[in-house]
């Protein structure tokens, strides 16, 4: 989102963080909960649904494609829905809005329907690449066409025989990895996926949680055609990724003492963890236990000094989300830390190595942009204007960089934050940090 509808930010230092809070829903669970539910047989209830603009787009769409959905309450989502082969064909765009997520996942869904569908996006998500979802969908047999250097729109036609196929990941990406087994579902034989890294498992746990055989362990996948999916509740577990702000901004501001109530800690996605705690930070994993077959904890985070690390190439698929907010404790602890192996930050809602090395020198920071990451000197944070070229992660981050920064910091084109973190000013505030609409 740009010009006239955009939204600035005026972040600044405030108090420390304290007290609890719930963040919303995990946007990786609450898109896959609205797909499988809208193709299995049955009611399937979702409960902790995000609120966000990007699932609410996917849910949206289902609906547009035959599938009943009701919200009864705020975070809560009935599917009705039509059976694996019940979707229908719809003549108007599905606008997929910035969600990456919700296009590479409904394109493996909708290449084994019976019908063409059009998926169209917002500016950001016109520019990402979906060849990596088109030419292994192709393999399986999919017609797909897309603008130019694989871009959407996508045109997926249906009426194809799909074909199960054994697929070697280039890049490791869990969408990339869905596309293809939502796809499979509707394959012929047996489609198997194997990855450079491991990727979050959602899908493949919640395929398995709605009735359908999966063989899957770290790195690996694969499911075979023909079976069903039975409706099921599912319980989305508080986004690890929209946490992950708060455990920054709490170890970075002095005197803070902050708990983040019942997170998802699937261990695909908490890579962040591993790099604060080795950084210095301070955080208790408490109250562990199961929601919805997620493992899930209190997160207890205090201040704490950091030191620069160089992050280790291993954590990079578990913290890809992270890494923006990463940047900002890199900035504010002591020394350098180096960041590789992350070219994928590229192609993210906005390139985040040069919007992250870009706003940090503007608050007086020295990074070296790499084509895989950057090296990040830590320093002091000076006030000033920093653009989120509307990324609600780079947004976000830099409203955290503003709670150490010796002035207000000026963060323009935040209204993306919509997208996956609604509610996120307000329960800044709360917890203590400083940021307001710019006037
Ligand atoms: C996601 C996978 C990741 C992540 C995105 C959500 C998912 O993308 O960055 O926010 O829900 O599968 P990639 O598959 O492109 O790595």
């Known amino acids: 989102m740009s010009g006239a509808s955009s939204l600035d930010w005026l972040a600044g230092p405030a108090g420390p963080l304290r007290g609890e809070l719930v963040v919303?829903?995990?946007?990786?669970?609450?898109?896959?909960?609205?797909?499988?539910?809208?193709?299995?047989?049955?009611?399937?209830?979702?409960?902790?649904?995000?609120?966000?603009?990007?699932?609410?787009a996917t849910a949206r769409i289902l609906g547009q494609l035959g599938a009943r959905i009701e919200a009864p309450a705020a975070s809560e989502r009935i599917v009705h829905?039509?059976?694996?082969?019940?979707?229908?064909?719809?003549?108007?765009?599905?606008?997929?809005?910035?969600?990456?997520?919700?296009?590479?996942?409904?394109?493996?869904?909708?290449?084994?329907?019976?019908?063409?569908?059009?998926?169209?996006?917002?500016?950001?998500?016109?520019?990402?690449?979906?060849?990596?979802?088109?030419?292994?969908?192709?393999?399986?047999?999919?017609?797909?066409?897309?603008?130019?250097?694989?871009?959407?729109?996508?045109?997926?036609?249906?009426?194809?025989?799909?074909?199960?196929i054994d697929y070697e990941m280039p890049v490791a990406s869990a969408q990339v990895k869905s596309a293809l087994l939502l796809a499979g579902l509707y394959a012929r034989g047996e489609t198997r996926v194997r990855e450079p890294h491991p990727t979050r498992d959602y899908t493949e746990r919640m395929l398995a949680a709605f009735g359908w055989p999966v063989a899957f362990r770290p790195g690996e996948a694969a499911l075979s055609g023909g079976q069903r999916l039975?409706?099921?509740?599912?319980?989305?577990?508080?986004?690890?990724?929209s946490a992950a702000f708060f455990l920054v901004a709490a170890t970075l501001v002095p005197g803070s003492e902050?708990?983040?109530?019942?997170?998802g800690i699937n261990p695909r996605r908490t890579g962040l963890l591993h790099a604060l705690r080795a950084m210095g930070a301070d955080i208790r994993v408490e109250n562990a236990g199961e929601q919805g077959g997620e493992p899930v904890a209190d997160l207890v985070v205090r201040h704490a000094p950091l030191r620069g690390i160089e992050i280790d190439t291993a954590w990079v698929p578990d913290m890809i989300d992270e890494f923006p907010v990463l940047f900002v404790a890199a900035a504010c602890a002591r020394g350098r830390t180096v960041v590789r192996g992350a070219a994928e930050l590229r192609v993210k809602e906005s390139?985040?190595?040069?919007?992250?090395?870009?706003?940090?020198?503007?608050?007086?920071?020295?990074?070296?942009?790499?084509?895989?990451?950057?090296?990040?000197?830590?320093?002091?944070?000076?006030?000033?204007?920093?653009?989120?070229?509307?990324?609600?992660r780079i947004a976000m981050s830099f409203v955290v960089a503003a709670q150490l920064a010796g002035d207000?910091?000026?963060?323009?084109?935040?209204?993306?934050?919509?997208?996956?973190?609604?509610?996120?000013?307000?329960?800044?505030?709360?917890?203590?940090?400083?940021v307001r609409r710019a006037g």
């Open 81 to 164: 829905g039509v059976g694996l082969h019940g979707l229908r064909g719809c003549a108007d765009d599905l606008d997929c809005g910035n969600a990456g997520t919700g296009m590479r996942l409904l394109a493996g869904l909708l290449a084994g329907q019976v019908f063409d569908s059009r998926l169209v996006g917002d500016a950001s998500l016109s520019r990402r690449p979906m060849g990596r979802v088109i030419e292994p969908l192709a393999r399986m047999g999919a017609r797909i066409e897309a603008a130019e250097g694989g871009r959407p729109p996508l045109i997926i036609h249906g009426n194809n025989a799909l074909q199960g």
């Open 351 to 392: 390139d985040r190595i040069a919007a992250m090395a870009e706003g940090l020198r503007a608050l007086g920071i020295a990074v070296e942009e790499r084509p895989d990451g950057a090296v990040i000197e830590g320093g002091r944070l000076r006030g000033g204007a920093v653009d989120s070229r509307g990324d609600h």
């Open 258 to 263: 902050l708990r983040l109530r019942a997170v």
């Open 230 to 241: 039975r409706a099921t509740e599912v319980v989305v577990p508080a986004d690890f990724s």
């Open 408 to 434: 207000q910091v000026r963060i323009g084109d935040c209204a993306n934050v919509a997208t996956s973190f609604p509610g996120f000013e307000a329960l800044a505030r709360g917890a203590g940090m400083g």
């Open 24 to 56: 919303p829903g995990d946007k990786s669970v609450s898109h896959r909960a609205v797909m499988l539910g809208a193709i299995a047989e049955g009611v399937t209830r979702v409960r902790g649904f995000l609120e966000g603009e990007d699932t609410r």
